[in-house]
């Protein structure tokens, strides 16, 4: 059964910094293209950031050079890495499998205001 739970969001003022976890399970994690998505309300889900199983990543335009995405395969975890963050960044931030749009995790929430 596969299983995907965020954690690591809060409230932070403009400028500051998050980190956030994602566990995963179910699945052979190493084996698969990892996303960070978003959403903040009224708006549809916005991809941020992926991290291949091989090391690749991808960064969508309005985190480039503020967000970075890591994984560690030995823990199942993919991690997303926010500083300078902006007011417009407020959301809930979900993973996935690259692709997928099942088994959502109940996201981790994060608001960016002073």
């Known amino acids: 059964q596969v299983q995907l739970v965020e954690s690591g969001g809060g409230l932070v003022q403009p400028g500051g910094s998050l980190r956030l976890s994602c566990v995963a399970s179910?699945?052979?994690?190493?084996?698969?293209?990892m996303t960070w998505y978003r959403q903040a309300p009224g708006k549809e889900r916005e991809k941020v950031a992926h991290s291949t199983s091989g090391g690749a990543t991808y960064y969508a335009d309005s985190v480039k050079g503020r967000f970075t995405i890591s994984r560690d395969n030995a823990k199942n975890t993919v991690y997303l890495q926010m500083n300078s963050l902006k007011p417009e960044d407020t959301a809930v931030y979900l993973c996935n499998r690259e692709g997928r749009n099942d088994n959502w995790g109940q996201g981790t929430q994060v608001t960016v205001s002073s």
């Open positions: 179910g699945f052979p994690f190493r084996l698969y293209t």
